[in-house]
């Protein structure tokens, strides 16, 4: 990806799409330096890497009456904890470039000037490890009954790493409708004989989730979502994300 112009970066918050209602996101990470200067250090300052951390904030115009609207999403998951998944603008494609957490949303800010356009601005910060993947499932498709999804071949997971998965239910229609998604691992993009490394509880209903392994080294190379659906005249909208860090 070269050079771009931010037209359309995707922000996934837990079970909301933001993209419609922001028209600003920044995303920051960093590690603390630790003073670890002594009498050996020769006049100059040594620092050792501490704690690490990362931050999404997020600015655009208010909307609310729904749970799909910001100002809805904002109140009900203020102190909560859940996957956040922002693109690189490339509208969430399956294979693009996706930075994602589980972040706990800190801070919520809304209202302006007389006259303006209502606006709001949020917060969330890190939970998990900001991971740097690919998305692995479009929030633009509608999936009606039990699939799989595209192969990535996202790399082995050496020892001591993990592979992380995030998974954002942004609609869910039908009578008793269920989605219970997976993500396998294969040595080759045909999946001949898929291994199954994480299951995702079963939703009924929008909402988000995330994953990770044990880290224990996984020598498959190739990644990807599968799900099962059930219910009657069941219809899901869905993002997910995946990643090895």
């Not at 490339?90 to 919520?108: E, H, I, K, P, Q």
């Not at 991971?131 to 479009?138: D, I, L, M, S, T």
């Amino acid at each position: 990806m070269g050079k771009t112009i931010l037209t359309n970066v995707r922000c996934f918050a837990v079970a909301v799409d933001l993209t419609g209602n922001s028209n600003k996101i920044e995303l920051s990470t960093e590690v603390e330096d630790k003073d670890a200067t002594n009498y050996a250090s020769e006049g100059w300052k040594e620092v050792m890497g501490g704690l690490a951390s990362a931050e999404i904030s997020g600015e655009g115009q208010w909307e609310a009456g729904d749970p799909s609207k910001v100002d809805d999403a904002s109140w009900s998951q203020l102190g909560g904890v859940g996957p956040w998944s922002i693109s690189a603008n490339n509208a969430a494609a399956v294979g693009g470039l996706a930075y994602f957490t589980s972040a706990m949303r800190s801070a919520y800010q809304l209202g302006a000037d007389v006259g303006e356009i209502a606006p709001w601005t949020s917060t969330a910060k890190s939970s998990w490890p900001l991971v740097r993947g690919q998305f692995a499932h479009p929030p633009g498709t509608a999936r009606t009954a039990t699939g799989t999804g595209t192969a990535l071949q996202i790399g082995a997971v050496p020892a001591g790493k993990r592979l992380y998965a995030a998974l954002h239910v942004l609609s869910a229609a039908g009578s008793t409708p269920s989605l219970t998604a997976r993500v396998e691992s294969a040595p080759d993009n045909t999946f001949a004989a898929p291994t199954t490394r994480l299951t995702f509880a079963a939703a009924t209903a929008a909402g988000g989730q995330a994953l990770r392994t044990d880290g224990t080294a996984i020598t498959d190379t190739w990644w990807r979502v599968a799900w099962t659906i059930a219910g009657t005249t069941p219809s899901f909208m869905f993002a997910a994300s995946l990643g090895v860090q």
